[in-house]
């Protein structure tokens, strides 16, 4: 709804687009998207390259700088991240208080707000060094967080992070060592966390990035901007929608339901959860790519029986005429469920697998944000809808 100023009090021309449909919201060069023929790119560079060829610390280099790093260049950035994975003791204090209980993205969510708290001199944000040096934490800290928030849930300790092992390696490590070590040390599961995080790493303007980027233009530290992210990645329509799928394959419970099933999603009953997405109207890139690493991973977990039920749902659909005219692909989440509980995560931890790659995409983004001339703080307009003045009756003469 638009209005031209008519008259002195009239509110103007306003935009109105709840969810910001239709509103650019920021320039940015981080990442690329074209939904109608399913591309995606991180600065250019094809995300199908970079999850075969690439890791995800160099990927996260990518995003943050805007370029490849030289070999001293990855050596340094790798050896940074390496050395600052440790927290603070009292951080790990203040995890232990969280309730046996505790969802662990809460516990992240908590924690890395926390963070801002040891490092003061985050607030200072017009300094590149210092900048860098937060970005770097944030990197480095997140899968210390996140697997320590998933060791606390279980009621295991806390396993510290290992700086001979790379950045895939040290997570599962500290998930799992001393529980699953077959899932610690395999070389197979590595490769296919890094290609999970690659592929989960950054998406344009979704809405943490956007939380992230509202959050940030009022020039707090960057650990609170990101606890923002975190916050909105937390609801069920952003992060959630794997653990939908899951629940849904449990619900169909074989293949030959899988046709009664489609049947019900046609007759509107129901959604097939992990299909559709407000940009890809074409396959979504990371499906497909996810879809390789199942492969992977279920060799050395043994296979998700439920797997067979995604594939079969995933053959009807591509094939029926409800799906095609609307163009609904698989996402991303169709398969990245099956991953995790193969690997034994509770779906509590799904949106933590999330959060710990997607934070080098809210960093990439933050940076951009805070080095541009034109950004303002993030205020929108509304369209009052309201009561104008009226006289205020006290609570005695009302009551
Ligand atoms: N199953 C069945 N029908 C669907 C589905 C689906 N998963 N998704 C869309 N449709 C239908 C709608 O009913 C509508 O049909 P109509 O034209 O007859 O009314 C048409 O397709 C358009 O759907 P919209 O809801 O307008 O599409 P929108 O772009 O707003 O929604 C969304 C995208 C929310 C992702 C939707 O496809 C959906 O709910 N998918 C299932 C949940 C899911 O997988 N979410 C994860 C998204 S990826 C991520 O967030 C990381």
Redesign the pocket.
Known sequence: LGKIRTAEDAPGLAVYDPGFVNTASCRSSVTFIDGDKGILEYRGYPIEQLAEKSSYLEVAYLLIHGELPTKDQYDTWAHEITYHTFVHENVRNFMEGFRYDAHPMGMLLASVGALSTFYPESRNISDADNRHMQIVRLIAKMPTLGAWAFRHAQGKPYVYPDNDLGYAANFLAMLFKMSEPKFSADERLVRALEVLFILHADHEQNASTNAVRSVGSTQVDPYSAVTAGIGALYGPL?GG?NEAVLRMLRRIGSVEKVPEFIEG?KNGKE????????VYKNHDPRATIIKKACDDVFEVTGVNPLLKIAVELEKIALEDEYFVK?R?YP???FYSGLIYEALQFPPEMFTVLFAIPRTSGWLAQWLELVQDPEQKIARPKQIYTGHRTRDFVPAAERW
């Open positions: 952003h929608a999603v959604r097939l959860m992990g299909f559709g997405h407000r609307r609904l996402n991303v989440d």
